[in-house]
């Protein structure tokens, strides 16, 4: 159990120094680019202003109010003293709305959207790699060319089929919105039923693609360990059919196991597409409008997320691989 | 073995099935919570709790229209509003909530915040709306009497009176709002004389001539008038505090127009028609406009917005859709334009290509001409626009837009020798050959004094259209011997370097023009030719390029105060001269101030060319525009 111990401490110590790193680059990177977002929410604001020291104040006011008139040292001095209280300040190409606040309206939709999907995505693929190695022959000539080709597609191009098939030609899905363009949220089974209707199209275009890669990747492994020695051993030995495949099973997992924990990692970022394709709601729409508009505040707030949820997940994985997998528990020992 | 493949497959399959339900489950379950989410952090609460409980009130229980607004008794508009609103605050910048809020130079958006004149793009008109009759001058145009409508009312049924013009004029300085900000330096007082008459007080140079009468006059269609009491309100809850009284989202507004707030949330955004609204006295339009409710979905893009549009979610769009034509032509969709013809819209603002003159040879008028006339115009109309701006040759360039108006204001055969229409290869090189701006060294470009002639092309990544031109102005380049590369920089990097005192990073690049307004087409001659604006650092309001010509200064300074329209004519003729001689920047299209396409799948009657109603195509909710929500009727009634 010592040695549990030990291996915990160093993981624990090298999750602190990466986020430590991720943080510091979190603030400096959106600060390098050569824009002046100040400048952006001037111009929104001096519409029908012709007067040139008036567009001047509206300027210094803004500036003074961000902050960004400050040294550098001084605004990371402060963006992590409020990102500690969860504070991330305004956003600038929302202004005057708070970067919490577009984060926790906006940030739902996507898990929402994303989790079930990847959770899917990744149970049915997983199945049908197993499956395909396993039983091969037909059904293995058809899922593999599937896969393959669903895996290899784009996302945006996987959108907008499923669009322009359900939604445009046959009509039978809407075509954007979280629900229909004229309700107003409320809890009644209508509004319910346009929700899951409109979630449909969205949801299949992450789904699929992910059962793709994820069936490929199991099928690699499964077919891998169906000829390791162990197998052809234990059928030796005349051990069960179904036995067998589930060590075959367990082992072909493994990296399947990361694969899951990183996907749901980079959750948050990962349905801009969707979100686009489809008008859904959701935080990618933001996190593009940060990166264009310059908005360091929700910039560096939603990359914080985004890392923050990738080390965790890679944190967990590193610590579950020392219970479950001999091999990795008996590496870190020896080193 | 068979049999057991047999019992996997049986397995597999049941799991699967079993998935599927899950995950029908688990989209009802999760769904939900978000869909709660934004209906409690409403922007609105308050608000829209009320008019939920007028609607309650209204039509006794009918709680299904609270879930589902009446599709028959809705408006929708697309390309108007991009993310979520900020709150009803009118007085702030930074609301970004567009359907019921824009201040505009061309006429204010008038569904909830109303001006005291409504300006008619059409005519250069500006027509009562809180005001009683016509304006009055005094003789030396520095004093103007505005009388108010007795009908005028607030939401709250209280009277619109001279007091509150007064006050919003004077909150507006105090506090620096857009309004204290654009007419701060043209209007000096406004004075209340009795509870229905007003008098604009021009603020006057040392000579006693008033600073600029067409800056007063944009006045009247430009700036909200609000309620005195409720201002006092606001400056009383935020201790007189310039950025909070900004930020305050205002959800107890009290406004003057047909429609207030009703709901909003991250996805879409409606207001609700004031039945009360005092518009139906006799005296103004005698009856409600026809939409109970407007109403505003947040497409994530101008692709998302143009299905909506197509398949009938939206009445109103404004988006640049390329080849507009074929939606009703080849799609047989009941989609059209305020024209039936191209260029189907009404074109009002110049995008236009200006020259760095401070980049090497672009201060030489012979190499600024040369380009110019070298780009092939009727490529970029057809390719960028698809020919949803008139031609070159249909309406000669000049400062003006292509209204009647403001294509009346000089005189054409005048400056007719000085015209190009464009694609004169020929002729550009005759022109750059003669001034001796040859190729010396044989590698195929041009050198000025030794230099080779070249440059960049700019403009923001993703502005499909303005690429388009930009790409025509470099090839235009290339066969005449001066290279130009285009750049795409993307908008927020780009709209920085151009609007610097000083920049060195683009020779050729495209800003738009204003459309039109009162003061034009003085206002454009301004942000074309204007040397007040050099060395300006965050320079938005024109001469991007930094040419400076002291006559046109002398007739910047001029035009505002002449009333003999003789002269008037003669110096807008001579602008027009100064800017094809010198050529500081030029034309490549004309653009419609707002895009206006309609689908009538619900909603009929739109104001068109032609129709004899005189209503501008403003999206039904800028100027005199609004008066179309009052000519609208349902297809199926």
């Known amino acids: ?335 | 073995m068979k049999r057991n493949i047999m019992k996997t497959l049986a397995l597999a399959i049941a799991m699967m099935l079993l998935l599927g339900c899950l995950f029908a489950c688990d989209s009802g379950e999760t769904q939900p919570s978000p869909d709660d989410k934004p209906a409690t952090t409403t922007k609105t609460p308050s608000p829209a709790d009320d008019a939920q409980d007028d609607e309650e009130e209204d039509s006794g229980s009918d709680s299904a229209a609270l879930d589902d607004i009446p599709r028959e008794e809705t408006l929708y508009f697309a390309g108007l509003q991009w993310g979520p609103i900020n709150g009803w605050n009118p007085v702030s910048s930074d609301m970004n909530n567009a359907v019921p809020i824009a201040v505009a130079a061309g006429g204010s958006r008038l569904p909830m915040f109303e001006t005291l004149y409504m300006y008619n793009m059409l005519d250069g008109g500006m027509y009562p709306l809180l005001a009683d009759g016509d304006y009055q001058w005094n003789a030396d145009m520095t004093e103007m009497t505005v009388k108010l409508k007795s009908a005028a009312k607030w939401s709250d049924g209280t009277p619109v009176t001279a007091e509150d013009v007064a006050y919003s004029h004077e909150f507006g300085i105090k506090y620096n709002t857009n309004h204290g900000l654009a007419m701060g330096p043209y209007i000096d007082t406004i004075e209340a004389v009795d509870g229905r008459t007003v008098v604009i007080k021009a603020k006057v140079n040392e000579s006693g001539q008033p600073e600029n009468p067409l800056m007063v006059v944009q006045y009247l269609g430009q700036s909200y008038i609000f309620q005195k009491a409720w201002l006092q309100k606001l400056e009383a809850r935020c201790n007189n505090d310039e950025a909070a009284i900004k930020k305050d989202p205002a959800e107890d507004v009290v406004y003057s127009g047909p429609y207030g707030p009703y709901f909003a949330n991250d996805q879409k955004v409606i207001i609700k028609r004031n039945d009360n609204y005092w518009g139906q006295d006799p005296s103004m339009w005698g009856k409600l406009p026809a939409p109970k409710y407007l109403a505003h979905v947040m497409y994530a893009d101008n692709p998302a917005g143009e299905v909506a549009f197509k398949a009938g979610e939206v009445d109103v769009c404004q988006q640049f859709i390329p080849n507009i034509q074929d939606l009703w032509l080849k799609d047989g969709l009941p989609i059209s334009t305020y024209m039936d013809e191209a260029p189907y819209h009404l074109s009002a603002s110049l995008p236009t290509a200006w020259y760095n003159t401070s980049s090497y040879g672009l201060d030489n008028a012979v190499i600024r001409k040369a380009i110019a006339i070298a780009v092939d115009y009727d490529a970029i109309i057809a390719n960028a626009m698809t020919n949803q701006s008139p031609k070159f040759t249909e309406v000669p360039r000049s400062i003006m837009n292509p209204t009647d108006g403001e294509q009346a204001t000089y005189n054409k055969a005048d400056v007719a020798h000085l015209q190009w229409v464009g694609n004169d290869v020929e002729g550009a090189k005759k022109m750059l050959d003669d001034a001796g701006i040859v190729d010396t060294d044989g590698d195929g470009w041009r050198e000025y004094n030794g230099q080779k002639l070249s440059y960049n092309a700019c403009c923001p990544n993703g502005w499909t259209d303005w690429m388009a031109a930009m790409e025509i102005v470099a090839a235009a380049g290339e066969k005449i011997g001066i290279e130009i590369t285009t750049e795409f920089p993307e908008w927020s990097v780009y709209q920085t370097v151009v609007t610097a005192a000083n920049q060195d990073l683009y020779d050729i690049f495209m800003m738009g023009t204003d459309g039109s307004a009162p003061t034009m087409p003085w206002g454009r001659l301004r942000q074309l030719m204007s040397s007040e604006f050099i060395g300006v650092e965050g320079n938005w309001s024109g001469n991007y390029g930094h040419y400076s010509n002291p006559r046109i200064d002398e007739l910047i300074a001029l035009i505002p105060t002449e009333t003999d329209e003789a002269k008037l004519r003669e110096y807008y003729t001579e602008a027009v001269e100064i800017y094809l001689t010198d050529v500081p920047s030029f034309t490549l299209m004309y653009r419609p101030a707002l895009f206006d396409s309609v689908n009538e799948s619900v909603w009929t009657n739109y104001p068109e060319q032609g129709d004899g109603n005189n209503i501008p195509p403003t999206n039904l909710l800028n100027g005199y525009g609004i008066a179309g929500l009052y000519q609208i009727e349902l297809v199926n009634p």
């Not at chain 1, 111990?5 to 090298?14: A, E, N, P």
């Not at chain 1, 039923?193 to 789904?207: A, G, R, T």
């Open chain 1, 1 to 335: 159990m010592k040695g549990y111990g030990k291996y915990f401490g160093k993981k624990i110590i090298w999750f602190l120094i990466t986020l430590v790193a991720a943080v510091i680059l979190n603030f400096i990177l959106p600060r390098l680019m050569p824009n002046d977002p100040v400048a952006a929410i001037t111009a929104r604001t001096a519409e029908g202003i012709s007067d040139v020291s008036a567009v001047k104040r509206i300027y210094e006011t803004y500036a003074e109010q961000f902050g960004t008139n400050k040294p550098i040292p001084t605004q990371f001095y402060l963006f992590v003293k409020n990102a500690l209280r969860g504070d991330f300040g305004l956003s600038f190409s929302q202004y005057p709305r708070s970067v919490s606040d577009i984060i926790s309206s906006a940030i739902w939709w996507t898990i929402a959207l994303q989790l079930p999907a990847i959770i899917v995505g990744w149970l049915l693929g997983n199945i049908l790699g197993a499956l395909a190695a396993y039983i091969r022959k037909g059904f293995d000539k058809v899922v593999m060319p599937a896969c393959l080709l669903a895996s290899s597609m784009p996302a945006f191009g996987m959108a907008v089929i499923l669009l322009v098939i359900f939604g445009i030609t046959l009509k039978v899905a809407p075509t954007s919105g979280a629900y229909s363009y004229t309700m107003i949220p409320n809890l009644s089974w209508k509004f319910i039923k346009s929700v899951i209707e409109h979630y449909q199209l969205p949801f299949w275009s992450i789904v699929i693609i992910a059962i793709g890669g994820q069936a490929i990747g199991m099928r690699s492994m499964s077919i891998y360990e169906l000829n390791a020695d162990y197998v052809k051993y234990s059928r030796f030995l005349g051990i069960k059919d179904g036995k067998i495949v589930r060590y075959v099973f367990r082992n072909a997992m493994l990296p399947q196991v990361t694969g899951l924990a990183l996907s749901l990692g980079s959750m948050v970022g990962g349905a801009l597409v969707a979100e686009i394709i489809f008008s859904y709601p959701g935080i990618g729409t933001s996190i593009l409008q940060a990166v264009t508009m310059a908005d360091y505040p929700l910039l560096s707030a939603t990359t914080l997320i985004i890392t923050l949820m990738v080390l965790i997940a890679t944190f967990v994985i590193d610590i579950i691989y020392g219970f479950i997998d001999p091999r990795v528990k008996a590496a870190q020992f020896d080193s």
